[in-house]
């Protein structure tokens, strides 16, 4: 069973940083893009940023200069470093590693930006 574990969340002011944490087995993790997600309350879930495999990353336009997604290989690990949070950042986020066949989703950390 694929077990994406989450850690990081909490509650930051804004002008503030977080770093979020997902550590998966070496498998996933070498063969897998891994991707961070969110969901505000009321809203759809949305892409957040994205690495793949080899390194290659993509943002969100509203993250874009203020997120960055990184892969640590020595951990299995693909962290989310966020500074000038903002309160729209504020949802559940979640740590995702996908194929083109399969897609798996950790259980979700809340990230509250509030002053």
């Known amino acids: 069973q694929v077990q994406l574990v989450e850690s990081g969340g909490g509650l930051v002011q804004p002008g503030g940083s977080l770093r979020l944490s997902c550590a998966t087995s070496r498998n996933i993790f070498s063969m897998y893009a891994m991707g961070w997600y969110r969901q505000a309350p009321g809203k759809q879930r949305e892409l957040v940023a994205v690495?793949?495999?080899?390194?290659?990353?993509n943002y969100a336009d509203s993250v874009k200069g203020r997120f960055t997604i990184s892969r640590d290989n020595a951990n299995n690990t693909v962290v989310l470093q966020m500074n000038s949070l903002k309160p729209e950042d504020t949802a559940v986020y979640y740590c995702?590693?996908?194929?083109?066949?399969?897609?798996?989703w950790g259980q979700g950390t809340q990230v509250t930006v509030s002053s």
């Open positions: 995702n590693a996908a194929t083109s066949l399969r897609s798996y």
């Open positions: 690495i793949t495999s080899g390194g290659n990353t």
